[in-house]
């Protein structure tokens, strides 16, 4: 789960590391308060969760509280890359001497935390590294030692800063590394890690991104729904299901993420277009197939359904069950194609050709008449 | 001769009271596994489908010393504690079933095991299976046969569909091997790969990957730099996966500018691994390779 920039930003302070004063805005009079209260100039940034924020037109400079308030109402309320602006992080400006880069991030083949830095703040980390990877140091620490100063010295002494500088930088790595772990990040980001105009290291923006399995032990976010899901998206998290959107017509329902993401490949490799992934899972239940089934027929864009399913520890007559019920209700000008094997597949078939549907045994044939099905709609 | 699991496999069920663990117990049972104990603290002096169940590992260790191999059905809360009494206990090979791990757990415990130079299959995995041997796992037996192909994976049912497609091919299986859906894993394609190589029974490898992190990338670079003796196939899922998009496993995602299927397939086509365009098609690919 991403975090927006100013509870990065809370958690930011709760660990010691500074950053420029703000407050939080919801309306057009807050921003202004809070500017006067900064002195009279701010910078307002859309609190959304998509990258890209400031080239879209989501980061403005104020002049006066009086024009922080008429940033403020413009930008409340509208929509970057999709997604709404309910509130903007009210900030002191910085003057910007230089721009550094920090995160900490966990490596999945060397299965530690990572600690990346560069003198080269401000700009997209990937570019960077993509073109002048030695200008980034990369330290990895072992899980069960932990992060030793030896660690921050190997860091801090490739960056080009004062002595004592370099004490405040290893304090915000040292801090950093401790929320890092203490919040079950996947990554903690300081970018651009600034420079400003009397030297000090000022954490300019702060991006977090907590693990979504450690949830049960932040119940404080557990709580949150994500602006970043549509509708559909939530409700299928409500059932549990993994759902992502896509942009085709051909909705896709399978049990197992592998198995599902190599159907939606399927119709892709046969010229059709996914509208979705949802895996069901394992072992479920004929009330579960029918929401996740429903989910789909009910969805606008979805002409045909595809479902594919190979029953190990899923009973293909529960599936078949699911299956039928959501096309009572749902299945008005929606067609549906189902691939079933496994366990109990005869009843399952069964279940299926009494409601007037036949079942394929190959899913490369299922997929070719999804494709098919959908060219003459 | 096959890989870390055989006629002398003898495993101990962590979590074997529960819904999960005792259904696949009998699963286990049913298929021939030498299932010797279960584990649910606090449930000591019970039984499942006849298998005596302790409140510990250390004490079904003492009982049963012939246990070597461990599966766990333990909850994501729990299950870290599960892995290092297992360890600390002796266990050789802990297969983890359990999905939704905190990854700085998992690290942990992958970094423990490696160390004390137990194997961890998993977390978030199916299991591993020697069809005719020993199936330590959730798979369904019946779509695995006793053969020549080893097969390593990071799905589940994609692994039955592609092993079903072997079997039916008349090549059946040495060993198959899920290691798991999750961004890090205890054994990953590598290890495998270097277990296989020594098996005098797998004559080939099928690699089931997907999208997320760079396992088949360093694969294919192994395979390229070693000069890999037997032929290996390949699959990957996910090629039409967005970036940015967890797709169903944590660890299935394209990100930071990693991950996308179509890196993967290059990189494997590069070390000369037959990489198919759907999952039958693996079938015949290997059928293609072991005539040669």
């Known amino acids: ?377 | 001769m096959t890989v870390l699991v055989d006629k002398n496999t003898h495993v101990v069920v962590q979590g074997i009271t529960g819904r999960e663990g005792s259904f696949h117990t009998k699963a286990m049972l049913d298929y021939g596994t030498k299932v010797v104990a279960g584990v649910t603290p606090g449930k000591g002096g019970q039984s499942v489908y006849g298998v005596p169940v302790y409140d510990s590992v250390y004490e079904a260790v003492s009982k049963h010393p012939e246990i070597n191999t461990s599966i766990i059905f333990v909850p994501s809360p729990y299950a870290p504690d599960a892995v290092y009494e297992a360890i600390e206990a002796g266990i050789d090979v802990i297969v983890l079933i359990t999905e939704h791990i905190p990854v700085h757990d998992s690290m942990r415990f992958i970094r423990y095991a490696k160390l004390r130079g137990v194997s961890i299959i998993g977390p978030n995995c199916p299991g591993i299976i020697s069809p005719g041997e020993s199936k330590v796992g959730i798979m369904p037996g019946h779509v695995f046969s006793k053969g020549k192909v080893g097969i390593v994976s990071r799905s589940g049912t994609l692994t039955y569909e592609i092993a079903y497609a072997i079997t039916k091919a008349g090549l059946g299986q040495s060993t198959a091997v899920g290691i798991g859906g999750d961004p890090i894993t205890g054994m990953n394609m590598i290890d495998m790969l270097e277990r296989f190589r020594e098996d005098d029974e797998t004559e080939a490898i099928v690699l089931i990957g997907e999208i997320g992190g760079d396992m088949e990338e360093r694969a294919a670079e192994y395979i390229r730099r070693i000069n890999y003796e037997k032929p290996v196939v390949a699959f990957v899922a996910g090629r039409t996966a967005p970036p940015g998009k967890r797709m169903g496993h944590a660890g299935a995602i394209i990100s930071m500018g990693t991950g996308d299927a179509e890196s993967k397939i290059r990189a494997l086509e590069a070390s000369g691994v037959k990489v198919a365009s759907t999952p039958v098609e693996v079938a015949k690919l290997l059928k293609d390779v072991l005539k040669g």
């Open chain 1, 1 to 377: 789960m991403k975090l927006y920039e100013y509870e990065a930003k809370q958690l930011f302070s709760l660990y010691s590391i500074p950053v420029p004063e703000y407050g939080l805005a919801r309306t057009p009079e807050e921003a202004r308060d809070i500017t006067e209260r900064l002195g009279g100039k701010s910078v307002l940034k859309a609190q959304v969760l998509v990258a890209g924020r400031g080239k879209a037109g989501g980061i403005k400079f104020a002049e006066s509280p009086q024009e922080a308030y008429e940033l403020a109402k413009e930008l409340l309320g509208t929509e970057i890359k999709g997604e709404k602006v309910n509130s903007l992080l009210v900030s002191k400006i910085v003057g910007i001497d230089r721009e550094l880069y920090l995160s900490i991030v966990i490596d999945r083949s060397v299965g530690a935390a990572s600690i990346l830095a560069s003198s080269e703040g401000g700009i997209d980390i990937e570019e960077l590294a993509a073109k002048s990877p030695e200008k980034i140091i990369r330290v990895y620490v072992d899980p069960l030692v932990g992060l030793k100063p030896y660690h921050v010295r190997r860091i801090t002494e490739t960056i080009n800063l004062s002595d004592e500088q370099k004490k405040v930088l290893q304090d915000i790595i040292l801090n950093l590394y401790r929320l890092f772990v203490d919040f079950d990040c996947e990554l903690a980001e300081i970018n651009p890690l600034a420079v400003d105009k009397e030297g000090k290291l000022v954490p300019v923006d702060a991006k977090v991104i907590i693990d979504d399995n450690a949830l049960f032990r932040r119940k404080e976010f557990a709580e949150r729904v994500s602006a970043e899901l549509s509708d559909f998206e939530l409700e299928a998290k409500k059932h549990g299901f993994s759902y992502v959107e896509l942009d085709g017509n051909i909705g896709i329902i399978g049990n197992g993420a592998g198995l599902t993401m190599a159907t939606m490949d399927l119709v892709k490799l046969y010229g059709g277009k996914p509208a979705n992934f949802l895996d069901i899972g394992g072992g479920a239940r004929a009330e579960v197939v029918e929401k996740a089934a429903s989910l789909l027929l009910k969805h606008p864009k979805v002409k045909v359904l595809l479902v594919n399913v190979l029953g190990g520890i899923t009973r293909c007559d529960e599936v078949a069950k699911g299956l039928v019920n959501a096309l009572k209700t749902y299945g008005k000008d929606k067609k549906l194609v189902v691939r079933l094997t496994g366990t109990n597949e005869e009843e399952g078939k069964r279940i299926l050709s009494d409601a007037g549907i036949s079942a394929f045994d190959s899913m490369e044939d299922a997929a070719k008449n999804a494709v098919a099905l959908v060219k003459v709609m």
